[in-house]
């Protein structure tokens, strides 16, 4: 198949992977070459992916001797804007075709910031004003003081990504956050946003849990969990873009805030590589890869029309089954956002300690 397929059946594919060799063309895999022949319409970053771009590469080490005084923070905000900022350059003529819709640069605040509501709005208000640019993306955490900080940066007129979303009543929550900024925005049309619903860390969870137990009716369940939380998210995006309250918002010009799968590399290796892909195919959705998974897709992926919306009812059966072998999705969401938090952050600071070594060489 095309990586075509996956985009006529509604789903955008966005690479999870920034660097500057990769914007430069220096990277085999680079995003021109991406966007001409793989259909990739947009990217997104996360400290994880810039901690990997910027240690130990060489396009950064002239940038970072020039700043060799300046605050670490200071340097690392310059290092990665300029890589953000060069990216939307890139999918600029993507952006303007689909009329905003696609063309998306994600960047996220300081994961350190993701209880400090007021210092993510700060923050992401500061981000979107040294970028500049109208494809890029602010990627707020859906964490209980994230929320009040999408609603705010959102009726700011500024777009959002919102990320580590793990259960589908918070991803209620969001939803309700977005709809909240938007009812307050002067001009809600042009305002995007994504909601980032993160799906191989469930099953890692899961499966963990199912294995331990070991009964037939436990191994029977392994490797769904994650497929049927993503399916009752997209059946939730369904009802809540549907209702009363959004119609009114339509008629204003406000878009619908997609669903974006993330976290779909698959960690076990006896599944099927392209399953977080091939298995989430619906209208208005994002499936943000990365390169190893986009490749896996394009050489062998099977994509079959929407792979979702006929799936509600087996999603419900799953976690009911789950339910009677003791398992609560919602503390193991609750766990993983407190895990997806602080790796976020332990991320950066080792991109933080890296880049003060470098500055002092």
């Not at 670490?72 to 060069?86: H, I, N, P, Y």
């Not at 004003?129 to 994230?146: F, Q, Y």
Request: hydrophobic fraction near 45%.
């Amino acid at each position: 198949m095309s990586a075509g397929d996956v985009g006529a059946n509604g789903t955008s594919i966005w690479l999870d992977d920034l660097s500057r060799a990769k914007i430069s063309g220096v990277d085999p895999h680079s995003l021109p070459t991406r966007i001409a022949n793989d259909c990739v319409v947009g990217v997104t970053t996360n400290p994880s992916i810039f901690a990997a771009a910027i240690s130990g590469a060489n396009e950064y080490a002239s940038d970072i001797a020039a700043m060799k005084d300046l605050d670490v923070d200071e340097c690392v905000k310059k290092l990665t804007t300029d890589d953000v900022r060069a990216a939307c350059d890139l999918f600029k003529g993507i952006y303007s075709s689909s009329k905003g819709i696609d063309g998306r640069v994600s960047i996220e605040v300081d994961p350190r910031l993701a209880s400090d509501t007021e210092g993510t709005i700060a923050a992401g208000k500061e981000l979107w004003a040294i970028i500049d640019r109208p494809n890029l993306m602010i990627k707020v955490p859906a964490t209980i003081e994230g929320l009040p900080a999408i609603t705010a940066l959102v009726s700011a007129g500024i777009s959002v990504n919102v990320t580590l979303i793990f259960s589908v009543k918070r991803y209620g929550a969001v939803i309700d956050a977005y709809m909240a900024g938007i009812e307050a925005a002067t001009n809600p049309s042009h305002v995007h946003s994504v909601a980032s619903f993160f799906v191989s860390r469930i099953d890692s969870a899961v499966d963990a849990l199912l294995k331990k137990d070991a009964s037939d009716a436990a191994l029977a369940l392994l490797g769904k969990a994650a497929i049927a939380n993503a399916h009752l998210a997209y059946q939730l995006f369904e009802e809540k873009f549907a209702s009363p309250r959004w119609l009114t918002q339509v008629e204003r010009g406000a878009n619908k805030q997609r669903p974006l799968w993330a976290s779909t590399g698959v960690k076990d290796p006896s599944y099927d590589d392209t399953r977080y892909v091939v298995e989430l195919i619906a209208p208005h959705t994002v499936n943000t890869m990365p390169q190893a998974t986009l490749d896996a897709v394009i050489d062998h992926g099977k994509v079959l029309g929407n792979s979702i919306s006929d799936h509600y009812a087996y999603a419900v059966d799953v976690f009911k089954s789950l339910s009677l072998l003791d398992i609560s999705i919602n503390a193991i969401t609750s766990e993983l956002e407190i895990d997806g938090v602080k790796k976020f952050a332990q991320a950066w600071e080792e991109l933080l300690a890296t880049v003060q070594a470098a500055q002092q060489q």
